[in-house]
């Protein structure tokens, strides 16, 4: 925490530095932009210009139709690969660099200074300007900290509603409505006194977040589920979607990964999977665990990343009977490691 809160101040030193110079950031959000993302660069962003530096949230595609209802979504600037603006640092949110950022990345490392936000699972030392911290319930809680800290300098507000609802969205969306295990007591600290200071109308935002749906969504759901198939004696769940079931529901592919956390809270499961096959032949894998299963180090394996409760990647060159396949064998000899570890202990 000590460590974090160091990180974030330095970060804060810098953008201080800037706007007495004019300078300008650029805030990256990773590609599949979800709640955390959005939330979390877009609050920067707002409490960076009130200080008077200029910041842009750069990202290379339209926000997913289920997180439309967000505000602040029309500062976003969609990046062209024509140009890409000058900016005197760069910042990484809600991943650790240019590796999740798609045609953007050549955006993102032509700034010489560049740094990170993000409270995934990261293996080697923090740079100066990394703010990384996988104890976080979110990246929407350590900005938080970083502009409550900004305000604290300043001495005046920084918060704003927009802020509020795009922090409480990142918050809510990345700790499962605070039920997952990555819900931390800070996180609802943050909570209380966001909806002490503004007027959110939080059973609105957690249906436009959870609840809200379609005939398609409903339907692709019942067909993702009617896949589901065991494998390691009945603890590892893996289902899948592929493009043929999407469009033949007309059903658009995001958010699909919340079914993962559901079909993980099948009776006895220790981890379940969600195969989801993209345009472009690719499979999206979503992890869930509920046992000793590091989700995180699995997904790791082929370059993903995550949490040990919660963690994707993507597969490639595969069939999804073959990805489905592999992984059941993979997943299988990570379980019974870590359950014959357990024991042992």
């Known amino acids: 925490m000590k460590q974090s809160r160091e990180a974030g101040n330095r970060l804060l030193e810098v953008a201080l530095d800037l706007a007495a110079d004019g300078g300008h950031i650029g805030l990256f959000p990773h590609e599949r ?29 339209p926000v997913p139709e289920s997180l439309q209802h967000l505000p602040g979504l029309e500062e976003l600037l969609f990046y062209d690969s024509a140009s890409c603006p000058v900016f005197d640092l760069a ?69 704003d509603s927009t802020m509020a609802v795009l922090l409480l969205a990142g918050a809510i969306t990345d700790t499962g409505r605070y039920s997952y295990s990555n819900t931390t007591p800070l996180a609802l600290r943050q909570a209380a006194a966001l909806l002490e200071r503004f007027d959110i109308d939080v059973s609105q935002l957690n249906y436009d977040l959870y609840e809200r749906t379609t005939v398609e969504r409903l339907q692709i759901k019942g067909d993702i ?31 699909l990964s919340n079914l993962a956390s559901e079909i993980r809270a099948a009776e006895g499961a220790a981890a379940a999977f969600l ?33 040990v409760r919660a963690a994707g990647m993507t597969l ?16 299988e000899a990570q379980l019974e490691d870590c359950l014959n570890e357990g024991a042992r202990e």
């Not at 979390?40 to 530096?53: K, T």
């Not at 096959?277 to 992890?287: A, H, K, N, P, T």
């Not at 699995?298 to 949490?307: C, K, L, P, T």
């Open 33 to 61: 932009l979800d709640a955390d993302a959005v939330g979390a660069a877009v609050s920067l962003a707002r409490a960076l210009r009130f200080q008077g530096c200029a910041s842009t949230v750069v990202v290379g595609e």
């Open 91 to 159: 910042l990484a949110i809600d991943c650790h660099g240019a590796d999740r950022l798609g045609a953007r990345a050549a955006c993102f490392l032509k700034t010489p200074l560049r740094g990170a936000i993000d409270h995934h699972v990261h293996e080697g030392e923090a740079g100066d300007l990394e703010l990384i911290d996988a104890g976080a319930s979110s990246t929407s809680e350590l900005v938080f900290g970083m502009i409550w800290d900004l305000e604290l300098y300043l001495g005046r507000p920084v918060f």
């Open 225 to 255: 589920l009617s896949t589901i198939r065991l494998a390691g004696r009945g603890r590892i769940l893996l289902a899948h979607a592929t493009r043929a079931m999407l469009d033949r529901r007309g059903a658009p592919d995001d958010e």
């Open 275 to 307: 195969l989801v096959e993209g345009e472009d032949g690719s499979i999206r894998v979503s992890i869930r665990s509920n046992s000793c299963f590091d989700a995180a180090a699995f997904a790791g394996r082929v370059g993903g990343g995550g949490h």
């Open 316 to 331: 490639g060159d595969l069939t999804m009977e073959e990805a489905e396949t592999l992984l059941a064998r993979e997943a």
